[in-house]
């Protein structure tokens, strides 16, 4: 059975980066368009052109270099924005204007000061003089979920009348529920003469955490473009996460049976870059992307993973393009994950020497929470050469190397490292912490069975 395709509409550079802390130079923005077009998004919605000679410049030169994907410039409802975007787009293969005009009451009276008959006539002539220019028209109501509903069928019905390809419906303010946005969809689709003929599109924000679930429910009720952003960046709480989205219907073609072009080995990679450029960095557990998504700690779900990854993971990580499922070395870990990671270092050891090194292994985990290999070297240098001391924080002084830069919890240091060890980072422990009494109860982690109960 054929699945219908969904149109995935990147805003990154757009939407995305209006985003405090997310502004990209040209260059930047060149060159993450060059890698939304390996991800394999359709449209790429390059700038707002009116906005500032940057972002004419950006949607110009992705508009001249990118032969594949629609390149989308955004225009208020006003003569001349749509010809400012209608310039920046003239090397582009595929243009598309993207035509926008509040609709709402609230917007028409406080931010537009114009009557619901002006912004009707408003909207019809701005996506009149777009057609003109050029074939492929997207006309968005901004603030539709809190528009009248009567009247957001007459904008959307008189932009298609106008010659509207596209008609995206946001959730400017992240304000709607799925199931009330999905209705709005249908309605849409009862109520509008001609919307049969046209791309319905979604286009959610996250204030209340709901962007992803209400491009999906839109996706249900009909729509068949999705607008999104890479690491779901956007204005405030940010728009619908695009990873989330293309994963959710992968995973789950049994609720969501459609199509999307995207290359899944590039998410990740195209997650790196942005947050590379931005400087702003990704969640820790954000899902799909973020460094946390594919790793375990838990005793029992290492084991776990160890025995069948299809115990703990839904989708692998090489599905998004992350290298490798990481099995974090912390204090949860068990015998297992130990002995393998041991294993993966070159080295293999009989029960009771590793009973010795994973001893030791809970009392520094405990200290640094993440037992990175070089410091595990090091334990198993003791334990094979035979340095009895019990007292893992070394009484050579020079143990446990400063942990890599990627361990930025300024709190990993326990108790049990000293007071001398109570601030930032764990890696300043390393050399000053010789005396640090420890005082973990060995025996109760003596059995694998009690390993596991740590992580369930
Ligand atoms: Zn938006």
């Known amino acids: 059975m054929e699945r219908p395709r969904i149109t995935i509409f990147d805003t990154t550079l757009r939407d995305g980066e209006q985003s405090p802390g997310c502004s990209m130079n040209v260059q930047e923005k060149l060159r993450l368009a060059q890698q939304l077009d390996r991800l394999g998004v359709d449209v790429i919605e390059a700038g707002f052109p009116i906005a500032s000679d940057g972002d004419f410049e950006a949607v110009q030169s992705i508009a001249a270099s990118l032969r594949r994907p629609i390149i989308a410039g955004l225009a208020r409802a006003c003569t001349g924005d749509v010809d400012r975007a209608w310039q920046a787009l003239q090397g582009a293969a595929r243009p598309r204007i993207h035509v926008f005009l509040a609709t709402s009451d609230?917007?028409?009276?406080?931010?537009?000061?114009?009557?619901?008959?002006?912004?009707?006539?408003?909207?019809?002539?701005?996506?009149?003089?777009?057609?003109?220019?050029?074939?492929?028209?997207e006309f968005s109501p901004e603030d539709a979920t809190r528009t009248d509903v009567a009247f957001l069928c007459q904008v959307v019905e008189a932009a298609i009348a106008a010659g509207a390809t596209t008609?995206?419906?946001?959730?400017?303010?992240?304000?709607?529920?799925?199931?009330?946005?999905?209705?709005?969809?249908?309605?849409?689709?009862?109520?509008?003469?001609?919307?049969?003929?046209?791309?319905?599109?979604?286009?959610?924000?996250n204030d209340l955490g709901l962007a992803v679930a209400n491009s999906l429910a839109g996706v249900q009720a009909g729509a068949r473009q999705v607008e999104c952003a890479i690491n779901g960046i956007g204005e405030r709480a940010g728009n619908a996460s695009l990873e989330e989205i293309v994963m959710a219907m992968r995973v789950r073609p049994d609720r969501y049976p459609y199509e999307t072009a995207i290359a899944g080995e590039h998410l990740y990679p195209s997650s790196q870059m942005l947050a590379e450029i931005t400087r702003v960095p990704v969640q820790p557990n954000k899902a799909i992307i973020g460094r946390n998504a594919f790793a375990h700690e838990a005793g029992i779900h290492q084991d776990g993973m160890l025995k069948n990854p299809l115990t703990y993971e839904i989708m692998t990580p090489q599905s998004v393009g992350v290298p490798d499922s990481r099995l974090v070395l912390g204090k949860h870990s068990g015998r297992?994950?130990?002995?393998?990671?041991?294993?993966?270092?070159?080295?293999?050891f009989e029960r009771r020497e590793l009973d010795e090194i994973y001893r030791r292994f809970v009392v520094l985990a405990d200290r640094i929470k993440k037992v990175q290999d070089s410091h595990l070297l090091e334990l198993i240098q003791d334990v094979a050469s035979g340095n009895v001391s019990s007292d893992v924080t070394g009484s050579k002084g020079k143990k446990f190397p400063p942990a890599a830069a990627t361990l930025q919890f300024p709190r990993a240091v326990s108790a049990a490292a000293g007071a001398n060890a109570s601030d930032s980072h764990p890696a300043q422990v390393s050399g000053s912490a010789g005396q640090a009494s420890v005082s973990i109860p060995f025996t109760d982690h003596h059995s694998e069975q009690e390993d596991y109960l740590w992580g369930v």
């Open 106 to 137: 609230i917007h028409l009276k406080y931010k537009l000061r114009i009557t619901r008959e002006k912004c009707l006539e408003q909207a019809r002539d701005a996506v009149r003089h777009a057609k003109s220019l050029c074939p492929d028209v």
């Open 167 to 205: 008609v995206n419906i946001p959730d400017t303010v992240g304000y709607s529920m799925p199931e009330e946005y999905g209705n709005l969809i249908r309605t849409l689709r009862e109520k509008v003469a001609g919307i049969d003929k046209v791309t319905i599109s979604t286009h959610c924000h």
């Open 336 to 348: 297992h994950a130990l002995a393998l990671r041991c294993e993966q270092l070159g080295h293999q």
